[in-house]
């Protein structure tokens, strides 16, 4: 069966430390996997946007790569600070798909001082 | 800015209620989708459009239908609420640049 799969357990870092966070799918062929940051009773927000032909990507603290081989993205966020708070979600996407996306469940990050 | 708008933060219905959800983007933005989001699920894909007028259903149309007049605009419709639909909506938006622009979500309690 397809499943697209993040830790259910919440993730709790130092300040500071870098948070990874993992996505890993089974019977999907993405064309894209992109990363979204989710604020308690608030929509989703874009994060960071990674093709099937990339094997990494940077923004700022941020980076993501992304293993077909594998079929499993990491998500890093280095120095984190308690801002860093939240879930985060990732996202499969395909080609010719009017950009619909399949989502994970999320996996919820604390960073405490 | 993008903006995605939804008509109401939280809403509460009893069942067999027809309950309308909007939404609304300002970004002239092709593609509308509308989620329900669950703890645990995550969002699931309840449906979407591809332009005014143009719909198709997404993993869990179940129970629900939508309507798109005008491209800044997407309707979600629950013909008659029941329980199992006590959820969060979550809308969104997106154009060629594959990145989904959400709204703030509805919260909806049928009892």
């Known amino acids: 069966s397809q499943k697209i799969e993040q830790n259910s357990e919440a993730l709790n870092i130092q300040e500071g430390k870098t948070a990874t966070l993992t996505c890993n799918y089974t019977?999907?062929?993405?064309?894209?996997l992109q990363w979204y940051r989710q604020d308690p009773g608030r929509g989703p927000v874009f994060l960071l946007l990674i093709r099937e032909n990339e094997k990494e990507k940077r923004k700022e603290r941020l980076k993501v790569t992304f293993d077909t081989t594998l079929k499993q993205s990491l998500f890093h966020i280095t120095a984190s600070q308690p801002a860093d708070s939240a879930t985060y979600l990732c996202a499969l996407g395909f080609s010719g798909g009017y950009n619909k996306l399949i989502f994970g469940a999320g996996t919820r990050l604390a960073v405490h001082p | 800015d993008v903006k995605v708008t939804q008509s109401s933060r939280y809403l509460v219905k009893r069942t067999g209620e027809k309950v309308f959800l909007e939404c609304v983007q300002d970004?002239?933005?092709?593609?509308m989708f509308w989620y329900r989001q669950d703890p645990g699920l995550g969002l699931r894909l309840i449906y979407f459009s591809y332009d005014v007028k143009m719909k198709e259903k997404g993993d869990i149309p179940e129970g629900y239908s939508v309507s798109r007049e005008k491209k800044e605009r997407f309707s979600l419709i629950l013909e008659s609420a029941s329980t199992n639909q006590t959820s969060m909506y979550l809308c969104?938006?997106?154009?060629?640049?594959?990145?989904?622009?959400f709204g703030p979500g509805t919260r909806l309690t049928v009892t």
């Open positions: 970004m002239d933005h092709e593609n």
């Open positions: 969104a938006s997106s154009s060629q640049s594959w990145e989904q622009y």
């Open positions: 019977n999907y062929s993405p064309a894209y």
